[in-house]
């Protein structure tokens, strides 16, 4: 079996008067910075706030009134979870989402609002893995109707619904369509359909580097399995794809690219600050993939789908953090200072430029010692002063440490 046009054109009417036909927006910003065309497809403005809605409600839709006495159940801590409990309430059907105990409030609470009583919320497990294994036990115990995130046909067909308004939207001249991938039911369902339209469409994947799941699965020629990775971009850290789904990628989509977190992180802070988007991470994976497209997007059509916008805003010190180290603007260091009067003077007229700026420092006074180690976080204004920064910390016979992602320290400063 594979994902159709027809298949697509269904779920559409299925969708119709349910699901948001979302704007395909020009971003005059982006354009002008690729020499290209470059349109948004705004999935953040659908009422979840992501496209999963639409296989969720997709599947969900087409399971016979009879059969969804039954009940539904899913496994998710975000966009799927709420995407099924607006389903479930639309279609008055009953439906148990099983969650880890780990996920926020805000998450929480935004699924209790979508799906109010047609819904019953498990917090299980310590984390997503956890939370699933239970799902299916409940699901297997209670003949109940399990609602997969993305490796379900009847849910890329959902997804894909995002590819045919995309063409229709459009006057048939796409170059590039651009998509997260997490599970792959977005990108599948896109590329089935625009393929079988305009075969000319190179249909680009972006995965997250710290969780490119499909990524090896393509380059090995069969299904990769992580064993762990960085959850940071939560809508699309998967340790395996889909079965169904990586058939469908293996067969229709172009490229694949990895994308840094931090430069997730930076691409975040440029569409809130230029454009006023509130993306999440997985949301900002398309546009955070244009640079690697520069070179052959000049002159083209452009079309990055903005998956999703579900970002909890006290994430954003971290999203700071991490596009800081992503630029090179911003380094830690652990500096062994003499137990004197006067040391952090020197090292501020010293070793520090002008436009250097001390953005942390930790340091506690040990009397029995002759040197104590101080945690400094250093801010520049360019990347390039980390060089002229370490050199005079080198002349000055200052002896420290770099603390680099790969150090354990790392991942408690960030």
């Not at 991490?322 to 062994?336: E, N, P, T, V």
């Not at 390039?384 to 770099?402: C, H, T, V």
Request: hydrophobic share 40%; proline share 4%; glycine share 10%.
């Amino acid at each position: 079996m594979d994902v159709t046009a027809d298949m697509i054109d269904e779920a559409a009417k299925r969708l119709d008067g349910t699901v948001s036909t979302t704007p395909l927006q020009l971003s005059q910003r982006l354009s002008d910075e690729y020499g290209a065309r470059v349109y948004l497809k705004r999935e953040d403005l659908q009422v979840v706030r992501s496209y999963k809605v639409r296989g969720a409600y997709n599947l969900m839709s087409s399971v016979p009134v009879m059969h969804r006495r039954r009940g539904f159940v899913c496994a998710s801590a975000g966009n799927h979870a709420q995407g099924v409990a607006l389903s479930a309430s639309l279609l008055k059907a009953k439906a148990v989402i099983f969650m880890p105990v780990i996920t926020p409030m805000q998450k929480i609470a935004r699924v209790r609002h979508f799906g109010g009583a047609w819904i019953e919320i498990k917090l299980v497990g310590s984390n997503y893995d956890e939370a699933s294994k239970a799902a299916h036990e409940y699901c297997a115990k209670n003949n109940a109707i399990f609602v997969r995130p993305f490796d379900d046909y009847k849910v890329i067909a959902g997804q894909g619904t995002v590819g045919k308004e995309i063409y229709e939207q459009s006057d048939g001249t796409i170059d590039y369509i651009v998509c997260p991938i997490g599970g792959g039911g977005l990108i599948s369902g896109v590329a089935a359909y625009i393929k079988s339209k305009q075969g000319h469409t190179h249909i680009i994947g972006a995965e997250p580097a710290g969780a490119s799941s499909m990524y090896e699965s393509v380059k090995a020629g069969r299904l990769i399995a992580l064993d762990r990775i960085d959850t940071f971009v939560d809508g699309a850290a998967v340790k395996a794809v889909g079965k169904a789904t990586f058939g469908i990628v293996r067969r229709l989509v172009d490229r694949i690219i990895l994308i840094p977190e931090g430069k997730v992180c930076a691409t975040m802070i440029e569409l809130y600050q230029n454009e006023g988007i509130v993306a999440e991470p997985a949301g900002a994976l398309s546009i955070a993939a244009l640079d690697s497209l520069a070179g052959k997007i000049r002159g083209k059509t452009v079309v990055c789908v903005l998956s999703g916008g579900n970002n909890d805003i006290l994430r954003y010190p971290e999203v700071m953090e991490r596009s800081l180290a992503y630029k090179g603007l911003k380094h830690y260091f652990l500096i062994d200072f003499a137990q004197k009067p006067g040391q952090l003077r020197k090292f501020v007229d010293s070793a520090l430029g002008p436009t250097d700026d001390i953005a942390r420092f930790e340091y506690l006074k040990k009397n029995s010692k002759e040197t104590g180690p101080a945690l400094v976080g250093i801010e520049l204004a360019k990347r390039e002063d980390l060089g002229p920064l370490l050199q005079k910390m080198k002349r000055l016979g200052i002896s420290y440490r770099r603390i680099t992602d790969d150090d354990p320290l790392y991942s408690y400063l960030i």
